[in-house]
């Protein structure tokens, strides 16, 4: 038997009540949740933090221009535009805002040159045909400069002062037509353009600078590390057997996720790439240092990444071949993901360092990678699994070879850590080292003699690897 309930719904007034009741609870809850999301902001990157006083402080400055009455009276309302000038160059690198700062300097530079010029030419035609005149010279202007915006080239790095130059030439060419003091209006704009971009230039170089350069190194070298780790816990991962179990929870293997990042960071690499070309020199970077180099090892680690995110893909699927199909080929897979994985961390290792001699450990690791891919294709050549059903050999096989196109990739990526190390004179390290001479050494039996009886020692102390270091030892024995 259905029991039918009569309570009414709450009325209107009722619904009001608890809504104001619950609403100091529900914007606490809010303004907590905002403080928040602003402390992990701030800690996520303290330079932000430091971003925003300096843009403050470059807007204070400028400000005084408008303040102090002296300096309003030469430059009027005009000094607003060194306030527009700071709102729009202070960006966060210092690249970015020395690439804004002289696009917009020389763009208002010559175009109030051009435009005086046009409306020079244009009065010499008399009232009825100025205006004609003026309008042609803009239109010409404006739709040549639009149409030079699209050369990749141009709209990568001058894009920005080309907008301003449309913008200043209409502004002077066609504000002359009313206004007799078109060379003052140019010289004040010009002024107060060049005064905002200085303040912002300074500021931005002088208090906590933010190097785009450094950024793009540090995230170049940052991803390779996220592969090489992957990498190295890979093996393990995947060819580990039920019995074995879940060998680490997720927070511990939370690491080999990070390497999705490298697979979007082509936009940050080419923006850093081309602020980090206005930048001068600073630290370990010259002023011609070789930010394209970066782009090419950038595009070469994307493409690893691709082919670790398709293995990470076998590595979490629901159906997993048969213990005994994944063992046949479990040491050479497992040598190449290991040595690649390694050989990708001396290289991250080699550009943060701005040193050769990771990369030196980094070809070992890439021979012996190399020296597993042949051993694989030898074993896969000989028919070890023409007793198996083909489906469930598939994916193995699958991912043997993307592991081999991963060693490929890790060569590549060496070559072009070589070729950015060349071009950078990353620093080389003598490995040889001699030893003084001893002022007394004990030379026979019991007897010391001075240096000059005893013959001069040299040692010579070469790295090894610690690969090669077992090879020696199993020599030995």
Request: aromatic share 8%; charged share 20%; net charge neutral.
């Amino acid at each position: 038997m259905e029991v039918i309930s009569h309570e009414k719904p709450p009325g209107l007034v009722a619904r009001m009540w608890l809504y104001l009741k619950s609403l100091p609870e529900k914007l606490k809850a809010k303004v907590v949740e905002v403080v928040n999301k602003v402390i992990k902001l701030g800690k996520d990157d303290p330079r932000r933090i430091t971003h925003s006083i300096k843009v403050g402080l470059a807007l204070t400055m400028v400000s005084i221009f408008y303040y102090y009455q002296p300096l309003y009276d030469n430059f009027g309302v005009s000094a607003m535009w060194a306030v527009m000038t700071v709102v729009v160059v202070f960006e966060f690198s210092v690249g970015a805002t020395l690439g804004k700062g002289l696009n917009r300097g020389l763009a208002t530079l010559v175009a109030g040159g051009l435009g005086v010029g046009a409306h020079h030419l244009a009065s010499l035609s008399g009232e009825i045909g100025e205006p004609i005149l003026l309008g042609f010279f803009v239109f010409i202007q404006a739709a040549a400069s639009t149409f030079i915006r699209f050369f990749p080239t141009i709209k990568a790095r001058y894009d920005y002062g080309l907008l301003i130059f449309i913008l200043t030439f209409s502004l002077i060419s066609v504000s002359g037509f009313r206004d007799d003091e078109i060379l003052e209006f140019a010289h004040k704009r010009l002024s107060t353009v060049i005064i905002g971009g200085s303040a912002c230039i300074i500021i931005s170089i002088l208090i906590c600078p933010v190097w785009a350069g450094q950024d793009l190194h540090n995230l170049v070298a940052t991803n390779l590390e996220k592969l090489g780790k992957f990498l190295e816990g890979f093996g393990n991962e995947y060819f580990k057997t039920l019995e074995d179990g879940e060998s680490s929870n997720k927070d511990e293997k939370s690491f080999m996720q990070e390497y999705k990042s490298a697979l979007n960071s082509k936009s940050g690499e080419e923006s850093l790439a081309n602020f980090a070309r206005w930048e001068p020199g600073h630290g370990r970077f010259q002023f011609r240092h070789p930010w394209q180099r970066y782009l090419k090892i950038g595009n070469l680690t994307r493409q690893c990444a691709y082919r670790i995110d398709a293995l990470n893909g076998y590595l979490n699927t629901e159906t997993q071949a048969a213990p005994e199909i994944k063992s046949k080929i479990q040491g050479a897979c497992t040598k190449m993901s290991l040595e690649s994985g390694r050989a990708l961390k001396e290289l991250a290792l080699a550009i943060k360092k701005t040193s050769q001699q990771p990369i030196t450990s980094a070809d070992t690791h890439i021979k012996n990678a190399k020296s597993a891919a042949k051993n694989l294709n030898t074993l896969l050549k000989s028919g070890i699994w023409e007793d198996c059903d083909l489906l469930t050999v598939v994916p193995v096989a699958t991912v043997a070879s993307l592991l081999i196109d991963v060693v490929n990739c890790t060569e590549k990526i060496a070559e072009s850590a070589y070729e950015l190390a060349s071009a950078a004179n990353f620093e080389t390290i003598d490995s040889a080292v001699s030893t003084e001479k001893p002022r007394s050494v004990q030379c026979g039996a019991g007897t010391e003699k001075s240096n000059a009886d005893c013959p001069h020692v040299v040692i010579t102390v070469s790295e090894t690897t610690p690969a090669g270091a077992m090879a020696d030892r199993s020599l030995k024995a």
